[in-house]
C-alpha cells in the first residue's frame, strides 16, 4: 500500500511565500515522475508542475518563475516552493506520483489527499 501525504499548506497574503511537501510511503522501488496538480473552485484540476525520474521539470505557465518543483529521490518526497503568491493561487493542492514500482505490480496514479492554499488579496 502507497499512500502520499502533503503538508505545507494555509493561508498567505498576497507576495508571500509558502512551501508545500510530499512523502510516498510503502514497499516502492521506483516513482518516475511527482508532480503537484491544484484545483480551484469551479474549476478543472490542473497540472502545476511535474519533476521525472531524471530531474526534469516541468511548470504550468502561469506559475513559471515564481514555483519551484523539488525531489528528494532517497526518501521519495517532493516539494512545491511558491513565491509571490497571487489570489488566483488559491486552490486545493495535489501531489500525485505516476508510474510507481511496487513489489510484483505497477501502479499507474497515485494521488494524495490535497492540502488547501488560501491567498488573500
Known amino acids: 500500500q502507497v499512500q502520499l501525504v502533503e503538508s505545507g499548506g494555509g493561508l498567505v497574503q498576497a507576495g508571500g511565500s509558502l512551501r508545500l511537501s510530499c512523502s510516498a510511503s510503502?514497499?516502492?522501488?521506483?516513482?518516475?515522475?511527482m508532480d503537484w496538480y491544484r484545483q480551484a473552485p469551479g474549476k478543472q484540476r490542473e497540472l502545476v508542475a511535474a519533476i521525472t525520474s531524471g530531474g526534469s521539470t516541468n511548470y504550468a505557465d502561469s506559475v513559471k518563475g515564481r514555483f519551484t518543483i523539488s525531489r528528494d529521490f532517497a526518501k521519495n518526497t517532493v516539494s512545491l516552493q511558491m513565491n509571490s503568491l497571487k489570489p488566483e493561487d488559491t486552490a486545493v493542492y495535489y501531489c500525485?506520483?505516476?508510474?510507481?514500482?511496487?513489489?510484483?505490480?505497477?501502479?499507474?496514479?497515485?494521488w494524495g489527499q490535497g492540502t488547501q492554499v488560501t491567498v488573500s488579496s
Open positions: 500525485n506520483a505516476k508510474g510507481v514500482y511496487v513489489p510484483g505490480n505497477f501502479i499507474h496514479d497515485y
Open positions: 510503502g514497499s516502492i522501488f521506483r516513482i518516475n515522475a
